[in-house]
């Protein structure tokens, strides 16, 4: 009798453990559907661009993407495969080249279909609690959630090279907070690059203040000046939409995204005939870490 209780309680265990990882292993073995493929190549302009072990790389994090995380439709946004793949896609190419748990803190993705209200709570030095309503694009949450405005999501893929990127910003925010707290500098490994990083995020961070207050024209979206996790989450932007302007005007901070994000996205980008950078003010707000 004993024994068979054993064997029951060892039966369970493997099971509880090993037949998930058995799952995930044969949803990953399935080739990427034609459908999806096609998703990526109408949606996705730098997918095209990447050489075929990078596009490989990226089927592999979508599959598993797709297959750990829930999409929810809120406001009757219909969620559908160009809804999952597109969205998908974007924030598995933050994970390139690198060993990755694919957003293991993530559960679930909500999509709007445009802009939508949060409620916010602000307390003042004196005590003084506002409530108020703002329009959002997305959000990212600490608990398991990310939150995106469908039509801005599409806006940000279409018009790549404008370098506004709802998905690559709120999923930045996610790597951040896997490093245990939302302060700019995600996991980085040994203490020498979280000094080097601290040193140049610090100054460019800094710097981006000035430009924001002076309404001076920056590579950067000034909206990564109101806090270093927000600087994080914009330079990623930069990085993957505009790197050939990032890399021209802000060397140094390329330089640090070269090494954590481990793939140089200027092979995947035309250089802009204008070097000028476009004026960055008055943007809309990304969503902001709660
Ligand atoms: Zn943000």
Request: proline share 5%; with cysteine; net charge negative.
């Amino acid at each position: 009798m004993e024994a068979l209780i054993l064997s029951l309680a060892v039966a369970a265990v493997v099971g509880a453990f090993a037949l998930p990882k058995w799952r995930l292993q044969r949803a990953l073995a399935q080739a990427m559907p034609q459908h999806h493929l096609d998703i990526l190549n109408a949606n996705i302009p730098v997918y095209r661009r990447m050489d075929a072990g990078l596009q490989q790389q990226l089927h592999k994090l979508v599959k598993q993407f797709l297959y750990q995380k829930k999409f929810i439709g809120c406001a009757g946004q219909h969620i559908d495969d160009e809804v999952r793949v597109t969205i998908a896609a974007q924030a598995c190419m933050l994970l390139l080249n690198r060993p990755s748990r694919v957003y293991a803190g993530l559960d679930t993705v909500l999509v709007y279909p445009s802009a939508f209200m949060a409620p916010r709570k602000h307390v003042d030095e004196a005590g003084v609690v506002t409530e108020a309503r703002q329009d959002l694009l997305g959000e990212s949450w600490g608990d398991g959630r990310v939150v995106l405005a469908w039509d801005h999501v599409l806006d940000g893929t279409r018009n790549w090279s404008e370098g506004h990127n709802v998905v690559l910003h709120e999923f930045a925010h996610q790597l951040d907070s896997e490093s245990g707290s939302n302060n700019g500098a995600p996991w980085l490994g040994d203490r020498a690059s979280y000094q080097r990083w601290s040193e140049v995020l610090s100054r460019d961070f800094a710097n981006l203040q000035v430009d924001a207050m002076c309404r001076q024209q920056s590579v950067l979206d000034h909206y990564g000046a109101s806090s270093p996790a927000e600087f994080f989450a914009v330079a990623t932007e930069a990085f993957f939409a505009r790197p050939h302007e990032m890399a021209s005007h802000h060397k140094q901070l390329f330089g640090e995204f070269l090494r954590y994000y481990r793939v140089d996205p200027r092979a995947w980008l035309a250089a802009p005939v204008a070097a000028a950078p476009p004026a960055f003010y008055g943007q809309p707000a990304y969503g902001q870490w709660q």
